[in-house]
């Protein structure tokens, strides 16, 4: 069956800042609940509702506060394991992980696409008494406390992750955390750093319970792109995206040898399995073979 394109058959209606400010009081205090909010706002959509609450929890630092400290220990988990003395921190944010992989690392190299977020990371730097110092470059800020450093990239990840391989920089743990998809994008981030260790937060159980076809198809690159992933439970989820990374992951080079094996070490759950994210530790290594890693990405 073909897909229909998704479109909206509703005339925007901007967000009043009586509105606005009524939403984000709701949200520093509660969870969001769809019924409760189109009481709220009964001249909305539920798809307008959900729209602003994700631009809202951006703007003012609210996504997975219920759940950060949870995600913060398990960053601290794998960077006592693992050691990395240099960490790539591709989605940084406001920088909640950035200051847990600095208590081991020596440095890490962190980039948020969005310039709003700069002045909230700044903010949290203090806090950890990191004093922000004049490098000459527009690139790249950099911040200091003793012998660590971080240096915070105001860009797309990919752009840089090109950087750093121009400056030969050596990076021994990625660490790619978004509330979206990283998979079309993980084979060029592989073969620009070649880390040893690889940390991935799953937002595509987004695309699952919102019945996403369409995107679904599009992140699958293990699976048919003509084919329906649906049905989906969590389980069968969590099973399709270790093979959509490693299938990513082993088609970054056309050479086998120059490529990459990743195996999952450990996982934890952030929210609940129905309405959280997966986050992941891959151990990156060589594959054995092509045919033997299909093999296995078959069944």
């Known amino acids: 069956m073909a897909l229909k394109r998704r479109k909206a058959n509703t005339i925007p209606i901007t967000w009043t800042e009586t509105e606005e400010k009524a939403l984000l009081g709701y949200l520093k ?3 969001f609940d769809a019924k409760l909010l189109k009481q709220l706002f009964p001249t909305r959509t539920l798809p307008s509702i959900r729209s602003k609450v994700r631009k809202l929890r951006i703007k003012h630092d609210l996504f997975g506060t219920s759940y950060r400290q949870k995600k ?9 394991k693992v050691k990395p003395k240099y960490v790539f ?5 406001a920088g909640h992980q950035t200051f847990k992989w600095i208590k081991t690392a020596d440095k890490v190299y962190a980039s948020e696409i969005k310039k709003s977020k700069l002045k909230q990371f700044e903010k949290i730097a203090k806090q950890n008494l990191f004093t922000k110092v004049n490098t000459g470059t527009a690139s790249w800020v950099v911040y200091k406390k003793g012998k660590k450093e971080i240096h915070y990239f105001v860009g797309d990840a990919v752009s840089a992750a090109a950087e750093l391989k121009v400056n030969c920089t ?7 955390d978004t509330c979206g998809s990283t998979l ?5 981030i592989l073969t620009l750093l070649k880390p040893k260790h690889l940390v991935i937060t799953h937002g595509e159980f987004h695309s699952m319970r919102f019945k996403r076809e369409d995107v679904l198809r599009r992140l699958f690159m293990h699976r048919d792109i ?4 649906f049905p989906l439970n969590v389980e069968a989820m969590s099973a399709e995206l270790d093979k959509a990374v490693k299938t990513a992951a082993l088609r970054a080079h056309n050479e086998t040898s120059d490529s990459f094996w990743l195996q999952l070490k450990k996982e934890t759950w952030l929210g609940s399995r129905f309405h959280g994210m997966l986050r992941r530790y891959y151990k990156v290594g060589k594959p054995p073979a092509t045919s033997d890693c299909i093999n296995i990405l078959s069944k």
């Open 29 to 31: 205090k509660r969870k």
């Open 72 to 80: 913060e220990d398990f960053t601290v988990t794998i960077a006592k």
């Open 89 to 93: 921190d591709a989605y940084a944010g």
């Open 170 to 176: 050596k990076i021994d743990l990625i660490d790619l």
């Open 184 to 188: 079309p994008i993980l084979p060029t």
């Open 226 to 229: 003509s084919s329906n992933p």
